[in-house]
Protein backbone atom coordinates (compact mmCIF):
# COMPACT_ATOMS: atom_id res chain seq x y z
CA UNK A 1 0.00 0.00 0.00
CA UNK A 2 1.05 3.01 -0.81
CA UNK A 3 2.30 5.63 1.47
CA UNK A 4 1.16 9.25 2.27
CA UNK A 5 2.48 11.05 -0.15
CA UNK A 6 3.12 15.16 -0.50
CA UNK A 7 3.75 17.64 -3.49
CA UNK A 8 6.04 19.41 -3.90
CA UNK A 9 8.55 18.62 -1.91
CA UNK A 10 10.38 21.59 -1.82
CA UNK A 11 9.23 25.33 -2.85
CA UNK A 12 11.08 28.44 -2.63
CA UNK A 13 8.94 31.30 -2.77
CA UNK A 14 8.87 35.27 -1.98
CA UNK A 15 7.74 37.36 0.90
CA UNK A 16 4.15 38.23 0.61
CA UNK A 17 3.33 35.36 -2.39
CA UNK A 18 0.95 32.44 -1.68
CA UNK A 19 1.50 29.18 -1.64
CA UNK A 20 -0.77 25.85 -1.71
CA UNK A 21 0.99 22.16 -0.36
CA UNK A 22 -0.68 18.62 -1.43
CA UNK A 23 -1.30 15.79 0.45
CA UNK A 24 -2.79 12.34 -0.52
CA UNK A 25 -3.87 10.20 2.56
CA UNK A 26 -3.08 6.45 2.46
CA UNK A 27 -5.82 4.36 0.37
CA UNK A 28 -8.79 4.25 2.97
CA UNK A 29 -7.88 7.02 5.39
CA UNK A 30 -10.10 9.88 5.92
CA UNK A 31 -8.47 11.70 8.20
CA UNK A 32 -5.83 14.11 7.64
CA UNK A 33 -3.67 16.23 9.71
CA UNK A 34 -1.00 19.26 8.78
CA UNK A 35 1.82 20.15 11.12
CA UNK A 36 4.28 22.91 11.03
CA UNK A 37 8.35 22.38 11.42
CA UNK A 38 10.65 24.72 12.31
CA UNK A 39 13.98 24.51 14.22
CA UNK A 40 12.63 27.14 16.55
CA UNK A 41 9.18 26.10 17.22
CA UNK A 42 9.16 22.37 16.90
CA UNK A 43 6.15 20.13 15.61
CA UNK A 44 3.18 22.18 15.93
CA UNK A 45 -0.50 20.89 14.77
CA UNK A 46 -1.98 23.18 11.87
CA UNK A 47 -5.40 21.54 11.73
CA UNK A 48 -7.02 18.10 11.18
CA UNK A 49 -9.66 17.59 8.39
CA UNK A 50 -11.70 14.31 8.35
CA UNK A 51 -14.83 14.01 5.37
CA UNK A 52 -13.90 17.34 4.23
CA UNK A 53 -14.61 19.24 7.35
CA UNK A 54 -12.13 20.70 9.58
CA UNK A 55 -12.39 19.02 13.03
CA UNK A 56 -9.49 20.55 14.51
CA UNK A 57 -7.50 23.46 14.26
CA UNK A 58 -4.46 24.56 15.65
CA UNK A 59 -2.71 28.22 17.42
CA UNK A 60 -1.89 29.72 13.43
CA UNK A 61 -3.40 32.81 12.14
CA UNK A 62 -6.06 32.75 9.14
CA UNK A 63 -3.15 33.33 6.54
CA UNK A 64 -2.98 29.33 6.73
CA UNK A 65 -6.01 27.68 5.80
CA UNK A 66 -6.61 24.07 4.94
CA UNK A 67 -9.35 22.00 2.91
CA UNK A 68 -10.49 18.58 1.65
CA UNK A 69 -11.49 16.24 -1.42
CA UNK A 70 -14.55 13.64 -1.65
CA UNK A 71 -11.28 11.46 -2.24
CA UNK A 72 -9.36 12.57 0.92
CA UNK A 73 -6.96 14.81 -0.30
CA UNK A 74 -5.56 17.64 1.71
CA UNK A 75 -4.24 20.89 0.34
CA UNK A 76 -3.06 23.62 2.68
CA UNK A 77 -2.51 27.33 1.69
CA UNK A 78 -0.49 30.37 3.04
CA UNK A 79 -1.44 33.49 2.01
CA UNK A 80 0.84 36.81 2.41
CA UNK A 81 3.78 34.85 3.32
CA UNK A 82 6.12 35.83 6.01
CA UNK A 83 9.91 34.74 6.26
CA UNK A 84 8.74 33.15 9.66
CA UNK A 85 6.73 30.77 7.64
CA UNK A 86 9.86 28.90 5.94
CA UNK A 87 9.49 25.73 7.65
CA UNK A 88 9.06 21.56 6.59
CA UNK A 89 5.13 21.02 6.38
CA UNK A 90 4.30 17.68 7.08
CA UNK A 91 1.17 15.95 6.73
CA UNK A 92 -0.30 12.81 8.41
CA UNK A 93 -3.21 9.88 7.70
CA UNK A 94 -5.20 8.13 9.64
CA UNK A 95 -7.75 5.60 10.08
CA UNK A 96 -10.50 5.70 12.56
CA UNK A 97 -10.07 3.76 15.77
CA UNK A 98 -13.26 1.20 14.91
CA UNK A 99 -11.64 0.58 11.69
CA UNK A 100 -8.16 0.91 12.28
CA UNK A 101 -8.13 -2.03 15.65
CA UNK A 102 -4.52 -2.79 16.22
CA UNK A 103 -2.87 0.06 14.52
CA UNK A 104 -5.80 2.76 16.41
CA UNK A 105 -4.61 6.19 16.97
CA UNK A 106 -1.41 5.68 14.75
CA UNK A 107 -0.71 8.85 12.59
CA UNK A 108 1.27 7.85 8.97
CA UNK A 109 3.41 10.75 8.11
CA UNK A 110 4.91 12.27 4.63
CA UNK A 111 7.65 13.02 3.54
CA UNK A 112 6.59 16.87 4.12
CA UNK A 113 7.15 19.71 1.77
CA UNK A 114 10.10 22.05 2.52
CA UNK A 115 9.09 25.59 2.26
CA UNK A 116 11.77 28.27 2.02
CA UNK A 117 10.62 31.81 1.80
CA UNK A 118 12.95 34.48 0.82
CA UNK B 1 -3.77 22.26 27.93
CA UNK B 2 -1.23 19.49 27.28
CA UNK B 3 2.32 20.16 27.21
CA UNK B 4 5.51 17.61 26.70
CA UNK B 5 8.81 17.73 27.10
CA UNK B 6 12.12 16.36 26.42
CA UNK B 7 14.89 17.62 28.72
CA UNK B 8 17.70 16.35 26.76
CA UNK B 9 18.46 17.91 23.03
CA UNK B 10 20.72 15.76 22.27
CA UNK B 11 21.82 12.84 23.50
CA UNK B 12 25.23 11.40 22.31
CA UNK B 13 25.80 7.27 23.52
CA UNK B 14 28.74 4.78 21.80
CA UNK B 15 27.18 1.99 19.93
CA UNK B 16 26.32 -1.11 21.64
CA UNK B 17 25.73 1.08 24.96
CA UNK B 18 22.32 1.47 25.94
CA UNK B 19 20.80 4.50 26.04
CA UNK B 20 17.67 6.45 27.69
CA UNK B 21 15.37 9.02 26.32
CA UNK B 22 13.56 10.87 28.81
CA UNK B 23 9.90 11.69 27.85
CA UNK B 24 7.38 14.17 30.61
CA UNK B 25 3.93 15.27 29.98
CA UNK B 26 1.28 17.29 31.42
CA UNK B 27 -2.44 17.28 30.86
CA UNK B 28 -5.67 17.31 32.49
CA UNK B 29 -7.09 14.35 30.77
CA UNK B 30 -5.73 11.18 30.14
CA UNK B 31 -3.31 10.72 27.31
CA UNK B 32 -2.46 8.53 24.74
CA UNK B 33 1.74 8.58 24.47
CA UNK B 34 3.82 7.78 21.42
CA UNK B 35 6.93 8.10 20.43
CA UNK B 36 8.22 8.95 16.77
CA UNK B 37 11.43 8.93 15.02
CA UNK B 38 12.80 10.99 12.72
CA UNK B 39 15.38 10.16 9.97
CA UNK B 40 17.46 12.92 7.93
CA UNK B 41 15.44 14.64 5.22
CA UNK B 42 12.30 12.38 6.02
CA UNK B 43 8.75 12.55 7.55
CA UNK B 44 7.80 10.79 11.02
CA UNK B 45 7.46 7.15 11.96
CA UNK B 46 5.36 5.47 14.88
CA UNK B 47 8.43 4.25 16.82
CA UNK B 48 5.27 2.79 19.50
CA UNK B 49 2.66 3.70 21.56
CA UNK B 50 0.49 3.29 24.47
CA UNK B 51 -3.11 3.34 24.79
CA UNK B 52 -3.98 1.00 27.78
CA UNK B 53 -3.22 -2.04 29.46
CA UNK B 54 0.65 -2.93 30.12
CA UNK B 55 2.47 -0.12 30.66
CA UNK B 56 5.60 -1.19 29.13
CA UNK B 57 5.47 -1.48 25.47
CA UNK B 58 7.96 -2.19 22.70
CA UNK B 59 8.24 -1.77 19.07
CA UNK B 60 10.30 -4.10 16.82
CA UNK B 61 13.35 -3.14 16.92
CA UNK B 62 14.24 -3.07 20.23
CA UNK B 63 13.19 0.14 22.00
CA UNK B 64 10.58 -0.09 24.86
CA UNK B 65 9.37 2.57 26.49
CA UNK B 66 7.23 2.43 30.14
CA UNK B 67 4.43 4.87 31.31
CA UNK B 68 4.65 5.75 34.78
CA UNK B 69 1.27 7.55 35.49
CA UNK B 70 2.65 8.85 38.54
CA UNK B 71 5.74 10.15 37.18
CA UNK B 72 3.92 11.32 34.42
CA UNK B 73 6.48 9.94 32.15
CA UNK B 74 6.90 7.86 29.05
CA UNK B 75 10.41 7.15 29.12
CA UNK B 76 12.01 5.36 25.87
CA UNK B 77 15.02 2.93 26.50
CA UNK B 78 17.15 0.74 24.07
CA UNK B 79 19.68 -1.81 25.85
CA UNK B 80 21.84 -2.00 22.96
CA UNK B 81 22.05 1.03 20.19
CA UNK B 82 23.04 0.61 16.69
CA UNK B 83 24.61 3.33 14.16
CA UNK B 84 21.25 2.88 12.48
CA UNK B 85 19.41 4.15 15.28
CA UNK B 86 20.84 7.63 14.77
CA UNK B 87 17.67 10.20 14.31
CA UNK B 88 15.88 12.60 16.00
CA UNK B 89 13.11 11.22 18.35
CA UNK B 90 9.91 12.73 19.45
CA UNK B 91 7.68 12.09 22.01
CA UNK B 92 4.14 12.87 21.62
CA UNK B 93 0.73 12.77 23.49
CA UNK B 94 -3.41 12.96 22.02
CA UNK B 95 -6.20 13.11 24.27
CA UNK B 96 -8.31 10.06 25.18
CA UNK B 97 -11.73 9.19 23.31
CA UNK B 98 -12.62 12.87 21.69
CA UNK B 99 -13.84 12.83 18.17
CA UNK B 100 -10.69 14.31 16.54
CA UNK B 101 -8.39 13.06 18.71
CA UNK B 102 -5.74 12.89 15.95
CA UNK B 103 -4.16 16.02 17.48
CA UNK B 104 -0.61 15.25 18.86
CA UNK B 105 1.25 17.61 21.11
CA UNK B 106 4.94 16.99 20.71
CA UNK B 107 7.92 17.45 22.70
CA UNK B 108 11.17 19.18 21.52
CA UNK B 109 12.39 16.42 20.37
CA UNK B 110 15.87 14.83 20.98
CA UNK B 111 18.81 14.07 18.74
CA UNK B 112 20.45 10.38 19.37
CA UNK B 113 23.96 10.46 18.22
CA UNK B 114 25.78 6.98 18.32
CA UNK B 115 28.90 6.67 18.32
CA UNK B 116 31.15 4.13 16.72
Known amino acids: KAGVTQTPRYLIKTRGQQVTLSCSPI?????VSWYQQTPGQGLQFLFE???????NKGNFPGRFSGRQFSNSRSEMNVSTLELGDSALYLC?????????????????FGPGTRLTVT | AQSVTQLDSQVPVFEEAPVELRCNYS??????LFWYVQYPNQGLQLLLK??????LVESINGFEAEFNKSQTSFHLRKPSVHISDTAEYFC??????????????FGTGTRLTIIP
Open chain 1, 92 to 108: ASSLPPRLAGRNSYEQY
Open chain 1, 27 to 31: SGHRS
Open chain 1, 49 to 55: YFSETQR
Open chain 2, 27 to 32: SSVSVY
Open chain 2, 50 to 55: YLSGST
Open chain 2, 92 to 105: AVSDVGNFGNEKLT
